[in-house]
Every structure is written in C-alpha cells, then in structure tokens.
C-alpha cells in the first residue's frame, strides 16, 4: 500500500490545520492507522492512532485535547485534525498503517509509511 500525507504548512501559534492521509494500492480499510512526527535530529514521536473501524483511538499526552483522528474508508482516507496549534508542534508528521486492525503507539509495529509533510507553526 502507498501513503499520501498532505495538508502541512505554515501557521500561527492557535491556528489549526487538516493532515490527510490517503492509501493507493489497496485500501486500508481493515487497518489501523497512525500518525507520527519527527524533528530533525531527533526520533520519531508517536502523535495519534486510530482503528480500523475508527472507533478506538489514543492520542500522545501532548496532543490530547487538541488534535482529533477520523477516518473516511470509503475514500480511504484518514484525517488529524490540528487545532490550537503550538511552536513545539512543528515537525514532519507522517502517517502509517500497520497489519492489524487494532491501535498501537509504537512504531515498530507499522508496516507502510508515507513520505511526511511538514507542518510549520509560528509563534
């Protein structure tokens, strides 16, 4: 399966942004998806996870409360929802989806991944 991450890009502390992720290949219906984001020089930080049926989610503590995961199976696509953005939220966000149905915050149990998108908050 391939991943398409979109929607990153500048904003201002507060503001919000829409992160989708979309599957090609095969759809990702059956999976469970995560999201996770990077600064340079550093490792991957778990970020957000949603189930197959999206009806099971977890969410790191530093972003609970602000950001929100859904998904659209029949478009085969997932969305973060972004909001009350934070300097500190600045990252490349990537998106993956692991072989199982089921949500997991570690990344060594995601099995595909897209190729990032940068998200850019200012202060």
């Known amino acids: 399966v391939q991943l398409q991450a979109s929607g990153g890009g500048l904003v201002q502390a507060g503001g919000s942004l829409r992160l989708s992720c979309a599957a090609s290949?095969?759809?990702?219906?059956?999976?469970?998806v995560g999201w996770f984001r990077q600064i340079p020089g550093k490792e991957r930080d778990f970020v957000a996870t949603?189930?197959?049926?999206?009806?099971?989610?977890y969410y790191a503590d530093s972003v609970k409360g602000r950001f929100t995961l859904s998904r659209d199976n029949a478009k085969n696509t997932v969305y973060l929802q972004m909001n009350s953005l934070k300097p500190e939220d600045t990252a490349v966000y990537y998106c993956?989806?692991?072989?199982?149905?089921?949500?997991?915050?570690?990344?060594?149990?995601?099995?595909?991944w897209g190729q990032g998108t940068q998200v850019t908050v200012s202060s």
């Open positions: 290949g095969r759809t990702f219906s059956t999976n469970a």
């Open positions: 993956a989806v692991r072989r199982s149905r089921w949500i997991s915050s570690l990344e060594n149990e995601y099995h595909y």
């Open positions: 949603i189930s197959w049926g999206g009806d099971s989610t």
